[in-house]
């Protein structure tokens, strides 16, 4: 059966010194709290080798929020995924809908990018989700599907089972607007039987898939609930370890 996870992604927030406190702190609630999901914290990069080796990564798994879509060579400021993978992260956010928006991410660069991702071992959190415009036109299912298809579905049965899907609709990051718990099993239901049409039924069954946006520990509980809501991946409320703590504790 698929896994239960809760994410977060601390994007561009905390220097090292405060990285580093609010890795320890989530470490050390975990370890005294039985939780029943799988926990990620996506740091920035220059955190990952100080937090991976420092807190007990089979309590607590180190994500990166990006890598390269190249392997190595002259690409002044890029980190590759094997370079991601020797801090030791396991993880890695890929296609988050701010680094399309603002870094111009297409299809095709993402689909590298998972592919090396792949290759260096990491597991891909591939995100996904439609802006408010496209809602608004009632387009989310056709765009979910055609981001699917045009970075993950070129995978082989073998590779896609090792991903990680989150739908994140743009319109619910940092605005305070969560999906409601209908239109996130509704969404979620859909991306399972587009896998089960590519990849059959019982891959789809496995692939976890997350909601992201304004998930916090008040609303939780009701999106966990949905049976195609496998967990979160967390923004704003992962950037205190209460907060986030109040959402490992939903499942
Ligand atoms: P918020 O939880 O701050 O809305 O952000 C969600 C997100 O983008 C996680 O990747």
């Excluded at 989310?140 to 994140?168: P, R, T």
């Excluded at 718990?181 to 997350?210: C, D, F, M, V």
Aim: aromatic share 6%; proline share 2%; hydrophobic share 40%.
């Amino acid at each position: 059966m698929r896994k239960n996870i809760v994410a977060g992604n601390w994007k561009m927030n905390k220097n090292l010194a405060e990285g580093l406190e609010l890795a320890k702190a989530v470490e050390q609630s975990l370890q005294n709290t039985k939780v029943n999901c799988e926990v990620i914290i996506g740091t920035p990069f220059i955190h990952l080798a100080t937090v991976a080796q420092t807190i007990d990564t089979s309590v607590l798994k180190v994500s990166a929020q990006n890598c390269a879509d190249k392997v190595s060579g002259a690409y002044t400021g890029e980190v590759s995924a094997a370079m991601v993978a020797s801090t030791g992260a396991s993880h890695v956010i890929l296609g988050h809908s701010e680094r399309r928006a603002y870094y111009h991410e297409t299809y095709d660069i993402l689909k590298e990018k998972v592919l090396l991702a792949l290759e260096n071992n990491l597991t891909p959190i591939f995100c996904i989700g439609e802006v408010k415009e496209e809602r608004e036109a009632n387009k989310q299912n056709e765009v979910v599907k055609a981001q699917l298809e045009g970075s993950v579905f070129n995978l082989s049965a073998e590779d896609f089972s090792k991903i990680v899907l989150a739908y994140e609709p743009v319109w619910a990051i940092g605005t305070g607007l969560t999906a409601t718990p209908q239109q996130a099993q509704e969404i979620h239901a859909y991306i399972r039987s587009l896998i089960a049409e590519k990849y059959g039924n019982e891959i789809a069954e496995n692939t976890t898939i997350l909601y992201g946006g304004s998930c916090k520990p008040s609303n939780a509980k009701e999106l966990f609930a949905n049976p195609d809501v496998d967990g979160g991946l967390i923004g704003g409320a992962a950037l205190k370890a209460e907060d986030f703590m109040g959402i490992v504790t939903a499942f």
